[in-house]
């Protein structure tokens, strides 16, 4: 099954029971934020949040945990919700490597229902019902609008135009901040705008179906398609819209269009922000976006992302996107490699397993987890298991630390490498230290330990498992 729109994805998600209406009127403030995050604290199979009725506004939804939980991004891809993580994990890479995808253009979008042309007419405080995450955010945020943008440089080369995802202050009626962090896309389009003394055109779609935001937040390679990822991802064409006012191509399906320029040279205070980090980031000098058309459905949903203390959405909508690229760049160089879990904050810890050629291989691998275009703005701690170890599984992840993992001898320290700016720990922001911690069962010309002698499963195991199973299912 796929989906073409947010609302195409929240039918499925009723139906497989993992969305909650909330008919009664909420505040913007303090509710959706608190909503937000008691929702991810129901645990790892949290329903999705449809808030119908929100005072001051008699139009406008709101849509809170859409991917957050492993059910919801197993429907994203058309699976049972009941799908081990490994497994979409595994289903995730398969597709990955069907790239491109096909891309189909519509002749219209339902986005297009309702227009504002008038820059002097937006006013995004009373269209939408933005609110503060949490209390001592800046302001009201947008923080999960794909943004649109074209290399200047090469205007006509769509595989150029990036998909990203990333956050907005409202500023006032019709000016809003962005993050353009450096690793990011759009930080190139920006300073190549800059360096023409032109301002970048962009456009903001809100209220997405769930492949093309998940999509959006992946590390793929910069001259990769996000449209064409998210086709392969559906394994059906993904529908866009070329937008006539800005000239960029659109997800047909979006909620809501906000299309203007980022302006050339022009910084204001941004932030502060709750982060995913679970740490506030300060207020930073950053660029602004002069807001001069808005497009919606009728009746439009802002679909937001609670971020926080880990975990969040976030940290299951970027899990797995993250993990499979890494997979698949490291197994180009090392077929050894078995998986790779990236799902913790947003891959500052990344765990990979790994069969070993010789001694020592397990380093190099970790090596080239930092090298990869997500392990330079975001890993600082790899750990490299046995391909035995499932990375998934953090209880079979400490165990191998606590037994194979040798300070003396297993742990490089890689001092002063990037990593992003929001890394609470980095200093001067931006620069850390990075740590690879070798967890792998040394082999020769490594010899040292006793690891000649594993317990093994008792015969009869899976048997039992099975009957025990069916045993549970049936009390």
């Known amino acids: 099954m796929t989906f073409d729109s947010l609302r195409d994805f929240l039918a499925a ?52 945990n859409v991917h957050g939980s492993w059910p919801n991004n197993a429907l994203m891809l058309g699976l049972d919700k009941d799908t081990p993580v490994k497994a979409q994990f595994f289903e995730f890479v398969r597709r990955y490597r069907t790239f491109p995808g096909a891309v189909e253009r519509r002749n219209a979008a339902p986005w297009q229902e309702c227009v504002i042309d008038r820059p002097e007419d937006i006013n995004l405080f009373e269209l939408l019902p933005v609110f503060r995450l949490n209390r001592n955010d800046g302001g009201c945020f947008i923080d999960k609008g ?32 962005i993050q353009p962090v450096p690793a990011h896309d759009i930080a190139i389009h920006l300073r190549q705008a800059e360096e023409r003394g032109e301002d970048l055109k962009v456009a903001i779609a809100i209220g997405n179906e769930p492949v ?3 999509v959006a937040g ?7 398609s996000e449209y064409e990822m998210a086709g392969a991802l559906r394994q059906k064409p993904y ?22 320029h980022v302006k050339s040279r022009v910084r204001e205070i941004e932030g502060p922000f709750g982060e995913f980090t679970g740490h506030y980031s300060g207020g930073r000098m950053m660029p602004v976006i002069d807001v001069t058309r808005v497009s919606y459905r009728k009746h ?12 969040t959405e976030l940290d299951y909508m970027l899990a797995v996107n993250t993990s499979a690229p890494i997979y698949v760049q490291l197994k180009e160089q090392f ?31 970790g090596l080239r987890v930092l090298t990869t275009p997500h392990g330079m703005g975001y890993a600082k701690v790899v750990i490299v298991v046995d391909e035995t170890v499932d990375p998934f599984d953090l209880k079979q992840v400490m165990w191998a630390l606590s037994t194979k993992f040798h300070p003396a001898h297993d742990l490089i320290v890689i001092p002063d490498a990037s990593v992003l700016p929001l890394d609470p720990g980095s200093s001067p922001p931006g620069i850390t230290h990075k740590i690879i911690m070798d967890a792998t069962t040394p082999i020769s010309p490594e010899v040292r330990g006793h690891y000649s002698q594993p317990v093994e499963r008792p015969a009869g195991v899976d048997a039992w498992l099975t009957k025990l199973m069916e045993m549970q299912r049936n009390a």
């Open 13 to 64: 998600l009723d139906d497989n029971g993992q969305l909650l209406r909330i008919t009664n009127e909420v505040a913007p403030e303090p509710d959706l934020g608190a909503a937000g995050r008691a929702v991810n604290e129901l645990g790892e199979n949290a329903p999705a949040l449809l808030f119908e009725n929100i005072l001051g506004f008699e139009d406008a939804r709101v849509a809170l």
């Open 300 to 311: 439009p949903i802002l679909e937001s992302l609670y971020i926080g203390m880990p975990w």
């Open 146 to 177: 794909v943004v649109v943008s074209r290399e200047p440089d090469r205007p006509d080369d769509a595989n150029r135009q990036n998909v990203g995802i990333y956050r907005f202050q409202l500023k006032g009626p019709n000016r809003l901040g």
């Open 212 to 214: 093309i935001s998940c």
């Open 335 to 365: 077929p050894e490699i078995e998986a790779v879990n990236a799902a913790y904050t947003h891959g500052l810890v990344v765990i990979v397993s790994t069969r070993r050629r010789v001694g020592g291989f397990a380093k190099n691998v």
């Open 218 to 224: 992946m590390p793929i390679l910069y001259d990769q």
């Open 239 to 260: 529908p866009i819209f070329n937008s006539p006012y800005s000239g960029l191509d659109i997800p047909w399906g979006s909620e809501i269009v906000i299309e203007g």
